[in-house]
């Protein structure tokens, strides 16, 4: 099957399949377009206007939740909790995660008062997730799942914005989340979705934003 993923460099749902599809190790072809101004041929085929977007054999797929689950579907080992009750819990979960990214935009981009709302919804999500995660290694034990490339762009973001200021989204407070996410940064296909200069791509986006976290930077 032919592989296409059209992404967005600084796209954090884009690069859930990215780890999924390399930790699969399936062949893709990647390419990049700027969904704030988007080449005609992508609005033709991207129902939402948004990326991730997944070309299989020319036909498209698109939300990197479902996306991640076809990834999945088509490969050999299978990144799912085979209890059924287990993989929907993991599902709930995931769909969970993608909110947090609706704060750390308010994060990236508010005022001081968005900031603080933002920052403040942030934490209370995490601190739900702290109280289900537990002392394994990753989230459903010793191996990687779905769930675990969901979250890991997440832990990425964090620990940029923890690196650009004085630890203002520090994990430390929630001792299963700190080392899951030490852990999750250190997987290779984790490793390999940042691509270089991305995290100076980061930086430079917090301070072209011009909300209040940029005053926060060093
Ligand atoms: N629910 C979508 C969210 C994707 C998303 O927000 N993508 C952003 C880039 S990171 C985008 O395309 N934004 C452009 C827009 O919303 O018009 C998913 O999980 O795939």
Request: proline share 4%.
């Amino acid at each position: 099957m032919k592989l296409e993923l059209i992404s967005f460099k600084l796209c954090p749902f884009a690069q859930r399949a990215i780890i999924l599809l390399n930790k699969q190790k399936l062949d893709f072809e990647l390419n990049h377009i700027n969904p704030m101004n988007p080449p005609d041929w992508f609005k033709q085929i991207s129902p939402t206007g948004q990326v991730p977007l997944l070309k299989a054999d020319e036909r498209i797929i698109f939300e990197s939740s479902v996306i991640t689950e076809f990834i999945n579907d088509i490969s050999k080992t299978n990144l799912h909790p085979s209890n059924l009750i287990q993989k929907a819990e993991n599902r709930s979960w995931i769909q969970f995660s993608s909110t947090l990214f609706d704060d750390l935009f308010g994060v990236v981009t508010g005022d001081e008062e968005k900031f603080r709302i933002s920052k403040r919804s942030l934490f209370d999500k995490l601190a739900k997730i702290e109280v289900v995660k537990n002392n394994a290694k990753f989230f459903n034990g010793d191996s990687f799942s779905i769930i675990d490339a969901a979250f890991a762009p997440i832990f990425i973001r964090l620990s940029w914005i923890n690196e650009f200021t004085k630890n203002i989204l520090s994990l430390d407070d929630f001792k299963h989340l700190s080392a899951w996410s030490k852990e999750l940064l250190q997987v290779d296909v984790v490793k390999s979705s940042v691509v270089e200069g991305l995290d100076d791509a980061y930086y430079s986006n917090i301070e072209a934003r011009e909300g209040h976290l940029s005053t926060l930077l060093y």
